[in-house]
């Protein structure tokens, strides 16, 4: 157990010179120590599954970014749960036409409107905390998120998502698995959250309201009405990209913050830098270290062969250390403003982006603006790579 009382299991050896494994439970301290060394030893390295699936981790930000620019040879269109979840897994130019209608509905202008509703769900979930001086943060970072999507969906009983949430992470296979029976298994898992959707966009055709279930329920797509099904995997993909990651991204800018009593300082005095605070936690702390694409022939990429079907995994995580794109990467500096990778490059940048970021922020300020300190508690444990998150995250409040 390190000082800061997060559970540093000691990473197991690895040969950098044969296979990235990362059963690593990555403490955030040493991750940038564990890339470097990946880095300078073996940049792109392959591990193959029991199944034989050949699968590539890339860790230099310039290969990472061309993995993620180069859609047509890294293509993400290998459907996980039956049919593909709308736009995530299709290529350009699919995906162009769709992506256009769902950027314009998440810009951030559009988003604005949810803050006021946001913070006072954020008000909501801190104040038990702040009157317990503390306790673990874990479960209120997956709750607000949930009632961020609720806003989006007009609904009000954010306990339907929660049990549509559990049950859909209690089934899901890990994405590794492409094997028809993972597959099938994921689809029945997902299927209860895609029916709550249908539901939802179907009351919102013809009868829209102010919200993003009514937008998408009456998008256009070359000229005609959205296809029903293809809306609803639409709006499943918002609530399944956007929940998780929005929790984690939360929980890894709490704990960088605790462990930063001069960052907190700084924020306290100026809140005007939490914006730019929120992208340095964001570049550190990646909710997902990577996500997976699939060669569609063979090439070479950074001086070795990649065959055509094998899974490349650019590692964000990486390439947000790697000095090549940031200056002393290890150093939290607030001030950064660093371009990272954590929501992706290209075509498939993460439109929800501005609702995280907003949704983040809203708890830093609250969070900053309630208390006079903010320390780690004993016992973290995080979750395994690539997600970086915690199962548990006791905080300490003075207040
Ligand atoms: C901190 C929180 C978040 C992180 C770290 C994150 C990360 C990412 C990344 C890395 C991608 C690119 C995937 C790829 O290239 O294959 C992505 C895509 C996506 N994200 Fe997020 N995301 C977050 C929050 C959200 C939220 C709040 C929403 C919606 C409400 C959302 C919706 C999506 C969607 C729909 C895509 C697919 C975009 C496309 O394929 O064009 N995400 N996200």
New binding site residues.
């Given amino acids: 157990m390190s000082d800061a009382g997060i559970d540093t299991e000691k990473p197991p050896e690895w040969d950098p010179a044969t296979a990235w494994k990362p059963l690593v439970k990555a403490d955030q301290i040493s991750s940038a120590e564990i890339y470097t060394k990946q880095r300078e030893s073996c940049p792109l390295s392959l591990d193959t599954t029991e199944r034989g699936q050949r699968l590539w981790h890339a860790f230099r930000s310039s290969d990472v970014a061309e993995i993620?620019m180069n859609t047509e040879l890294f293509s993400?269109a290998v459907p996980k749960f039956g049919k593909p979840?709308?736009?995530?897994?299709?290529d350009p130019p699919t995906?162009t036409t769709?992506?256009r209608l769902?950027?314009n509905m998440?810009a951030p202008r559009r988003i604005l409107r949810y803050e006021a509703s946001i913070r006072s769900a954020v008000v909501t979930e801190l104040t038990p905390l702040i009157e317990a001086r503390g306790g673990d943060l874990v479960p209120l970072t997956y709750r607000i998120?949930i009632r961020?999507?609720c806003l989006?969906v007009g609904e009000t009983d954010d306990s339907v998502f929660a049990s549509l949430d559990q049950k859909l992470r209690a089934t899901a296979p890990p994405f590794e698995r492409q094997d028809q029976q993972a597959t099938d298994q994921r689809a029945a898992a997902v299927a209860p959250l895609i029916e709550f959707c249908r539901e939802r966009l179907l009351s919102r055709r013809g009868n829209p309201c102010d919200d993003?279930a009514s937008d998408i329920a009456n998008g256009q797509i070359n000229g005609s009405l959205i296809d029903e099904d293809d809306a609803t995997r639409?709006l499943t993909?918002?609530?399944?990209?956007?929940?998780d990651?929005?929790a984690?991204?939360?929980q890894g800018a709490i704990s960088l913050l605790a462990r930063h009593s001069d960052a907190q300082s700084a924020l306290r005095s100026n809140p005007a830098r939490i914006p730019s605070a929120v992208e340095e936690c964001?570049r550190l702390e990646?909710?997902?270290h990577t996500?997976?694409?699939y060669c569609t022939r063979d090439t070479t990429l950074a001086g070795r062969s990649i065959l055509s079907g094998d899974q490349v995994y650019?590692v964000?995580g990486a390439a947000n250390v790697d000095p090549e794109g940031f200056a002393n990467p290890e150093v939290f500096n607030i001030d950064r403003k660093p371009n990272h990778?954590?929501?992706?490059?290209?075509?498939?940048?993460?439109?929800?982006?501005p609702?995280?970021?907003m949704?983040?922020r809203v708890l830093l300020e609250e969070l900053l603006r309630r208390t006079e300190h903010f320390d780690l508690g004993a016992d973290a444990s995080r979750k395994e790579w690539p997600r970086n998150g915690y199962k548990k995250l006791p905080i300490v409040l003075h207040v």
């Fill in positions: 993620l993400s979840m709308i736009p995530i897994e299709l995906h769709f992506r769902l950027s998440m998120p961020a999507f989006l993003l639409m993909l918002i609530y399944m990209a956007g929940h990651t929005t984690m991204g939360m964001l990646p909710p997902l996500l997976p694409r650019p964000f990778f954590t929501f992706g490059r290209g075509v498939h940048t993460c439109p929800g982006s609702l995280a970021r949704e983040i």
